[in-house]
């Protein structure tokens, strides 16, 4: 299905690339306080329906402004200077002076007095950020809810839900609230609101966009992203992020060209391998295989070679598996009791299932991640990405945790519904999601674009290219609002 119609009552400038703001903001035809303005009518206009940006922060934020010409000073030849643009901070990052919840009913109040490392350079690069969008209870979830602000809304139908955890952020893109969102991903959770709500999420090689998270910095399975409306928006925001910080010992050197004048550059002879359910991984619902089929002709008519073709994966599901359970057992297991006291049942079961674990139970995930690593990049040495579904379904209801079935097949555990997620994590290679088309229902489907060892830029450039070729917009909407 081509692209539903859709209207846009906001600002103008809401309705713009980010790219372009900054361009506006650099020639000064526009003011930051402006941009400001318009964020912030914008969030009043749609947050009743959506529920994204569920703490702003109004008064630090035109207080920041005063800052800028400070750092422009020192960072405004950055090829990433953002000169005043407004974004989006997700509510598992620190940010001084703001509340920031983490979606836990035991953090309702939590006011911190310091600011993510992350944030602190992208503030320190130009952006100004306008609040914190909303996630499941420390990002544990692919629908986006908690006991603190409630349900986030897909834009498209706000019967349904916005994908997890990154879904407030998704949700503020496609609505217009904002031009560039932070996420965070370990199991898709940038990937899958993205796809869900028609956006970019990029979730690039560990150390790409900061760290790993605090206080377990070393670990590179849960890390932060650039969401964005479309290609070029997220390579701009992927150079805001990136660059070697001490503060977070994974965080990479800068590239030698940036990502943005990378995406100038036509790549030519584009080899796309295509894997519809990752050699019958994952379950995939016929609407979205039909969806999938259909863009893969259309790319290999227009001149991108596409093969169906997919590396044989031992010992996936159990590695990922275990991968993810350290990340519970390292982060959430260690939280105050006073917070543990809230956590939800998925929560607590993250944290037991990390904690059973025997460590040779971990030896093997080492063992076999290493393997799984190398048969992908001896598979991409003949293609420039494979690419896979982000999920199996369109968006359920808002009200539906997690969907029980999938094409038929039972989902004994809510991660199993998104198994798509776990290659790229477990073999820590960047990993693009991106529109690919719509259902008849009129819902966005996403495509996933793994590419190899620390292969941004490529995957930037196959992105774009299939941007182009299936022209299928990135501008704003306003929530479909169904009763």
Not at 66 to 85: D, F, I, Q, Y
Not at 179 to 203: E, H, I, K, M
Not at 380 to 394: F, Q, R, S, T
């Amino acid at each position: 299905m081509t692209k539903p119609t859709s209207t846009f009552s906001g600002p103008d400038l809401c309705k713009l690339p980010a790219r372009e703001v900054v361009d506006l903001l650099k020639n000064k035809k526009v003011s930051p306080k402006e941009l400001l303005d318009a964020s912030y009518q914008r969030i009043a206009q749609v947050e009743p329906a959506v529920n994204a940006t569920v703490t702003q922060c109004p008064e630090r934020a035109y207080a920041s402004l005063e800052n800028l010409e400070t750092n422009a000073k020192k960072n405004g030849s950055h090829e990433a200077w953002l000169g005043g643009l407004p974004i989006g901070i997700k509510d598992l990052t620190v940010v001084s002076g703001v509340t920031t919840t983490f979606g836990s009913y035991g953090l309702r109040d939590f006011v911190p007095e310091t600011t993510d490392a992350l944030v602190e350079i992208l503030e320190e690069r130009g952006g100004v950020v306008v609040g914190k969008t909303n996630t499941p209870e420390f990002g544990a979830g692919g629908n986006t809810f908690n006991q603190v602000f409630g349900y986030t809304r897909n834009p498209w139908d706000t019967r349904k839900n916005a994908g997890g955890s990154s879904g407030g952020a998704a949700v503020s893109l496609a609505t217009g609230e904002v031009w560039l969102s932070q996420g965070s991903d370990l199991a898709g959770s940038l990937r899958t609101p993205a796809a869900y709500n028609g956006v970019c999420g990029f979730r690039a090689t560990p150390g790409r966009a900061g760290g790993g998270p605090d206080p377990a910095a070393f670990l590179m399975e849960g890390i932060s992203g650039p969401m964005a409306r479309d290609v070029e928006d997220t390579a701009l925001f992927l150079d805001a992020m990136t660059g070697f910080d001490p503060r977070m010992p994974l965080s990479l050197e800068a590239p030698a060209v940036s990502f943005q004048e990378v995406l100038k550059q036509e790549k030519k002879n584009i080899r796309i391998a295509f894997s519809p359910d990752q050699n019958g991984f994952a379950p995939v619902e016929s609407n979205i295989r039909n969806i999938m089929a259909q863009a893969m002709a259309t790319l290999d008519s227009n001149g991108l070679r596409v093969e169906e073709a997919c590396p044989e994966l031992p010992d996936l599901y159990d590695t990922y598996v275990s991968l993810r359970g350290i990340h519970y057992g390292a982060i959430n297991a260690f939280a105050p009791d006073s917070v543990k006291a809230h956590f939800k049942q998925t929560l607590q079961d993250n944290i037991a299932t990390g904690q059973a674990q025997t460590s040779q139970d971990i030896y093997l995930a080492m063992r076999s991640r290493t393997d799984l690593y190398q048969r992908m990049r001896v598979f991409l040495e003949n293609y420039d990405v494979l690419a896979i579904p982000v999920v199996g379904l369109e968006p359920g209801l808002v009200e539906e945790e997690y969907p029980l079935f999938v094409d038929g097949q039972k989902t004994p555990d809510y991660v199993d519904w998104l198994r798509f997620s776990f290659l790229a994590t477990t073999t820590a290679l960047p990993a693009l999601a991106m529109p690919i088309g719509f259902t008849e229902s009129g819902m966005p489907v996403g495509i996933q674009l793994i590419g190899p060892p620390r292969g941004e830029a490529v995957v930037l450039q196959v992105g774009l290219a299939i941007e182009r070729v299936l022209n299928l917009g990135a501008e704003p909407i306003d929530p479909k609002i169904i009763s």
